[in-house]
């Protein structure tokens, strides 16, 4: 028979080959592993300090033609008379950022656009205890003479009421008066949905609505989204042209410019840029409004869903040269 000592014999053996082996395992493998660790870490060390030095130099480069865009625009007269004779109407949205719309402003001007209104949109006119507020103006305001569409949302109808109050698509009437404008905006403004801007009695022939910076989040979001683009829609079918412009930053689940990209019909009416906060592209800003002037959109910039960076460029009428004969 097998006796305890045997057992404990066993038992002390196993624990001791345990311990023979572990002393083996890390003495032989300790400087392998030691080495295999400090070599990755290396090569880690290594690549984050090429990818820095890259991403500094792109940077670099990126500021570099940001300058020379926006100083070279009224020189090059990349813009230069582009949009003369035309009334911009400015429209913010909730999120939207002030210094970017100052910025494509600018671009307007140099561009002989007239910017004489703007109409900032509230948070509480995206909100669902609102909707039905909306609609009872939009059907309250109603000029005899305009048809909402059939089926129309509470979002369409604001659209085509707000765009008969601010903008013409009639050339000869720019800069006049509806003779509902100030009822329209006066109901929308004490109701807390906008605030007004400038000339706003002197309708506008094109309309730039500046997206919210970010998408907009939680269970109302699509539809906030669509709200915004229902606007633009309804601006843009009552002017010469519409343009929403915002950035990258938008360009995502919940997005304006995603909304409108996403929209099939609309897409193909309202032009859109995510390259507001580049110089170029708000040229492009400018170009896009050409464009819709002419009958055409097109979905411009770097994000998803975009035509291509810019509209295509005409090409210039060559000049007559003599042939010396």
């Keep these: 028979m097998i006796d305890f000592?045997?057992?404990?014999?066993?038992?002390?053996?196993?624990?001791?080959?345990?311990?023979?082996?572990?002393?083996?395992?890390?003495t032989l493998l300790q400087n392998p592993a030691i080495d295999l660790a400090k070599k990755t870490?290396?090569?880690?060390?290594?690549?984050?300090?090429?990818?820095?030095?890259?991403?500094?130099?792109?940077?670099?480069?990126?500021?570099?033609?940001?300058?020379?865009v926006k100083e070279m625009t009224p020189v090059l007269a990349l813009v230069a008379g582009g949009l003369s004779g035309q009334r911009v109407l400015m429209v913010d949205t909730p999120g939207s950022t002030g210094a970017l719309?100052?910025?494509?402003?600018?671009?307007?001007?140099?561009?002989?656009?007239?910017?004489?209104q703007r109409v900032t949109i509230s948070e509480?006119?995206?909100?669902?205890?609102?909707?039905?507020?909306?609609?009872?103006?939009?059907?309250?305001?109603?000029?005899?003479?305009?048809?909402?569409?059939?089926?129309?949302?509470?979002?369409?109808?604001?659209?085509?009421?707000?765009?008969?109050?601010?903008?013409?698509?009639?050339?000869?009437?720019?800069?006049?008066?509806?003779a509902d404008t100030g009822a329209v905006l006066d109901a929308f403004e004490k109701g807390g949905f906008i605030s007004v801007e400038g000339d706003v009695d002197k309708r506008a022939t094109?309309?730039?609505?500046?997206?919210?910076?970010?998408?907009?989040?939680?269970?109302?979001?699509?539809?906030?989204?669509?709200?915004?683009?229902?606007l633009a829609a309804g601006l843009d079918a009552g002017s010469r042209?519409?343009?929403v412009a915002g950035t990258t930053a938008g360009v995502a689940t919940g997005g304006v410019i995603t909304e409108l990209r996403d929209s099939g019909d609309i897409s193909q009416r309202v032009s859109s840029i995510d390259t507001l906060d580049m110089p170029a592209g708000r040229v492009v800003g400018v170009y896009a409004?050409?464009?819709?002037?002419?009958?055409?959109?097109?979905?411009?910039?770097?994000g998803t869903g975009v035509t291509d960076f810019q509209p295509p460029v005409p090409s210039p009428t060559p000049v007559p040269t003599s042939s010396g004969s």
């Design 5 to 26: 000592r045997y057992h404990l014999v066993s038992i002390v053996a196993v624990f001791l080959a345990l311990a023979v082996g572990i002393v083996m395992g890390t």
């Design 41 to 68: 870490t290396d090569d880690l060390a290594r690549n984050n300090s090429e990818l820095r030095a890259e991403k500094d130099d792109l940077a670099r480069r990126q500021a570099g033609n940001d300058s020379f």
């Design 101 to 116: 719309r100052d910025a494509q402003q600018q671009v307007l001007d140099q561009a002989g656009a007239t910017v004489g």
């Design 124 to 178: 509480k006119f995206l909100t669902a205890d609102s909707e039905a507020v909306l609609d009872g103006l939009a059907t309250q305001l109603k000029p005899a003479d305009l048809l909402y569409t059939p089926g129309a949302s509470v979002y369409d109808k604001v659209a085509q009421l707000l765009a008969t109050a601010l903008t013409t698509a009639d050339p000869t009437q720019a800069g006049t008066p509806n």
């Design 206 to 230: 094109l309309a730039v609505m500046f997206a919210p910076d970010k998408p907009f989040e939680g269970e109302r979001a699509e539809i906030q989204a669509a709200a915004i683009v229902s």
């Design 241 to 243: 042209g519409a343009l």
């Design 289 to 302: 409004l050409r464009e819709q002037i002419a009958g055409r959109a097109g979905q411009y910039g770097i």
